[in-house]
């Protein structure tokens, strides 16, 4: 029941956004059809390929077209590129996008994880003074300039990383050589991510260790190291869980930005040419596939959620 | 104020302040013309950098980057004091209506709020810039309704919190409006934290725009994302190109961050989170021969150095328990009995503690041997169950887990035996269907269950002391007696010692060999527990007796049956901690200690005992 609400939700968004997403592109100035047909068209020419493309008719009409297409697994033509589907041009973007985004949470909990544990340890600690303030100046960092920062720091000073991530290789061809590129785009986006993770996961991991089953742990001789890992990390984790969740909207934004600054072909890039070239059918579907991966994703958070207090799972049983 | 705000906060309003004033009076100021080339007049080359006389240096074109950079404040300054204010004060009365109205159009928009607040809102600008021509007055409307959400929400937290308060209610009663409560009371109660986050959304602005202005989607004209978009090109040759307005814009957003973040700890103080540090002081007492206590403390002093001052809940303790005796600690609370056990085994929240004096568990020395040495005794030969059931097992790990792990750590069984005990354990401690418990979670047993799972944690490794921290205080009526029973059998069955911790003369009365009585931090009657109870001797002792209607009875209630409080245990009072409430007080008790009277076995402080003056001293 609760699945079929949810599916149900995921249905609308997707229905709501890509529809807004027709709206905007109808009001984007310039004619797709006129420009594919070439100066010499006649307004004939011009209708037909109009006809073909799935141009014509209102909007509502051309929007119903585009979602029975997609029923049926077609997404539609790209209207810049001659003969290339809106998926061909997915197809190359969206791993490029993910694997940014997968490695910045990565680096992202794999830094705020110990980080914060060692903060909560000692609260005014020097680990913990250092890292507020790190967070609290990387929060003040747009992707942009902190992006900046980091190519001017490791790339051209010291020259650890390319300072641009074009015509990466392959993960499976070269695995350090498409690591080595795609780090400094993860690592912008992570340092961001990590500021907000690291301030949340301290603030409830010092709670937590007030709690009556952490001293009785301590009491029976565990270890501090035991006590933080098995026993205080898993219940303090759920606000940072839920951060991470809602803050791949802005991730994705992140992304976009990143992607134009190291200079290789993601989605965000990709959607831009898209728009302003008025793609719609690309743009319609990078949408789609942004508001699918979205909402699976706070669906995933969910999830993870019930597995990490089993006293949810309880509830929503 | 000044104080407190701290010179972090006035330098950020200082770089505020310069920017925008150097943003308004750009035109009356010696300041380059930012769009002219300056390298074609020589006034300055391509890429030139930085000096005395240029300070930021010259672009690409040999334009002037410290022109530039005022030049792309004013968009940003504009856009954020206009969507601020827009923003905010539609946000504001949104948030406000919803928190106090509550019900429907609580509901509505809370739901739009999480949805727009967790949106792709990067993804929606480009969308809309593309669409509609890039103006200040789309970008104004666009931003705005992308800002409400936020203020909204902080808004309505804040009026939730505050339509609480009393004296919302207290005009509400004496006829007022709630138009005239929304206008005369919540408003100016949120106007600090709306202050506060009118500086965080601001920086949010400059933000937003940097970035579409980084994807060359933004205003026409300069801006500093713009710049910064274009400078990256250079930045192998000539860094500064980008990186000068980069930290133009990082120091901006950084200084309105600051000033919101200070506005805000006005209004809620920022956590004073101590470090947890433990310290040792003073020399062990060295054990007489013969002696084979399984537990012996000696003026054990526990000191904790909080916020609010210097904390002794624990002030020269002595006791002994020999192996197998059951030890009674009783006292009010916020006596400090539970911070004689915490001392014992050295877990204590988040504080800075002072422990002194001596404590040995079964000849080790818990407060000076090595790490590995203390942890061992914690595990092997001290159990511990404390009061309430429902926060002494981890929620989130099975029962099974919780109580094969110290007979993992410290015990060196494998899994699979560890596994075999824990159900043995739990068939001991009474636990029906203990197959079943082991794979449960604790929410899903009741408090008695509960502790009697706490119970088999603490015997796992067959500990020679236990230390029950009011054991039954947290429990129904009815199973107090039955966990009371099940830790003596348990007691005798094993030899064990035990150390009771209680408020209740009677679990004392049933339970224990000795008893020592604890007020404000010391012990001020210890011995046998017959001998106690037959002869009281200090004044507190006989106060509690007699607050005691029958003592055949099992009361369990708490003792407040005793006029007055304990004192402060920041900076107790000279003389005897009692004397506020004792009946028989002499000024000799005002001003002197009390020193312990009486035998090895029954000793007391004070200075006029029960047995000396059976009447009240008057
Ligand atoms: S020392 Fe004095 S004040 Fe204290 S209990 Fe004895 S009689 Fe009362």
Known sequence: MAFLRRLGRLVLVVFVVTFFTFYILDRIPGDPAERLAGVSATPEGIEELREELGLSGSLPERYGSWVGDIVRGDLGDSLIYDGISAWDRIRGALPKTLETLVLAELMAFGLAVPLAIRSAQRPGGLVDRWSSATAFGLLALPSFVLGIYLMFLFAVILGWFPVLSKDLPGFTDDPVGNLKGYFLPSLTLALNLLAVYVRLLRTDLIETLQQDYVMLAQARGLSTRRVMWRHVLRPSSLNTVTAAGLNVGGLIGGAFIVEVLFAYQGMGRVFIESIIGKDYFVVASMVTIIAVGYVMINFLVDILYSVLDPRIRRLSA | ?618
Not at chain 2, 122 to 150: D, K, M, N, Q, T
Not at chain 2, 231 to 241: A, E, L, M
Not at chain 2, 540 to 550: C, G, H, I, K, R
């Open chain 2, 1 to 618: 104020m000044r104080k407190r705000l701290g010179i972090l906060f006035w330098i950020a309003v200082l770089w505020i302040v310069l920017v925008v004033f150097l943003a308004i009076f750009r035109d009356s100021l010696p300041i380059a013309d930012p769009v002219a080339r300056l390298a074609r007049s020589g006034e300055c080359e391509r890429f030139e950098r930085p000096s005395w006389s240029r300070w930021f240096g010259c672009d690409n074109a040999g334009r002037d980057i410290f022109a530039r950079s005022v030049e792309g404040a004013r968009p940003a300054l504009v856009l954020g004091v206009v969507v601020t204010g827009i923003a905010g004060t539609i946000g504001t009365l949104v948030g406000v209506i919803s928190g106090y109205i509550r019900g429907l159009f609580d509901t509505v928009m809370t739901t739009i709020v999480d949805i727009s607040l967790a949106f792709p809102a990067l993804v929606l600008l480009i969308a809309v810039s593309v669409a509609f021509e890039p103006s200040l007055r789309v970008f104004v409307i666009v931003f705005s309704i992308l800002g409400i959400p936020g203020y909204a929400r902080i808004v309505r937290g804040a009026t939730f919190a505050l339509a609480e308060r009393e004296f919302v209610d207290a005009s509400e009663s004496m006829g007022a409006t709630r138009a005239r409560i929304v206008r005369r009371e919540l408003l100016p109660n949120v106007a600090l934290p709306v202050l506060s986050f009118a500086f965080i959304g601001f920086a949010l602005v400059i933000i937003a725009e940097g970035g579409l202005a980084f994807l060359n989607l933004s205003l026409d004209g300069i801006t500093w994302g713009k710049e910064i978009s274009e400078g990256r090109h250079f930045i192998v040759d000539h860094p500064h190109v980008s990186l000068i307005p980069s930290t133009v814009m990082f120091l901006t957003i950084l200084a309105f961050n600051l000033v919101g973040d200070g506005l805000r700890s006005l209004v809620a103080p920022r956590e004073v989170a101590t470090a947890r540090r433990l310290h040792i002081e003073g020399t062990p007492e060295p054990r007489s021969e013969g002696d084979d206590a399984v537990l012996r403390i000696v003026d054990l002093s526990t000191k904790l150095h909080t916020p609010g001052g210097l904390v002794e809940p624990v002030d020269q303790v002595s006791l002994s328990l020999a192996p197998g005796e059951a030890l009674g600690i009783v006292g009010e609370s916020g006596s400090g009995k539970t911070m004689i056990l915490r001392s014992i085994v050295g877990a204590f929240p988040l504080a800075d503690v002072t422990r002194a004096g001596t404590v040995e568990v079964d000849g080790v020395d818990m407060l000076r041997s090595a790490d590995t040495v203390s942890r061992r005794t914690l595990g092997t030969n001290i159990g511990m169950v404390s009061q309430n059931p429902l926060t002494a097992l981890n929620p989130v790990r099975r029962v099974g887990d919780q109580v094969i792990e110290p007979m993992i750590v410290h015990g060196d069984l494998s899994r699979a035996d560890a596994r075999e005990r824990a159900l043995e354990l739990l068939q001991q401690v009474g636990i029906p269907a203990a197959e079943r418990c082991l794979r449960e979670y604790p929410h899903q047993l009741s408090g008695g269950m509960r502790q009697r799972v706490t119970i088999a944690i603490a015997l796992a490794n067959e500990p020679k002391l236990l230390l029950a921290d009011e054991p039954t205080s947290a429990l129904d009526v009815t199973v107090q007696d039955q966990i009371l029973r099940l830790l003596d059998g348990l007691r005798r069955e094993r030899g064990m010692g035990m150390v009771l911790v209680t408020h209740d003369l009677a679990v004392v009365k049933g339970f224990t060999d000795n008893v020592a009585i604890v007020y404000a931090g010391q012990v001020v009657e210890y011995g046998p527990t017959a001998e106690i109870f037959a002869n009281p001797q200090h004044r507190y002792t006989v106060a509690l007796m007699n607050s005691m209607p029958d003592l055949n009875l099992p009361s369990h209630s708490e003792l407040t049956t005793i006029e007055g409080a304990p004192p402060s245990l920041i900076d107790p009072p000279s003389g005897c901690r009692f004397a506020e409430r004792c009946p028989a007080v002499q000024d000799k008790c005002r001003t002197d200690d009390p020193v312990r009277a009486g035998t090895d076995v029954h000793s007391y402080s004070c200075w006029f005992p029960m047995s000396e003056h059976p009447v009240e001293v008057s």
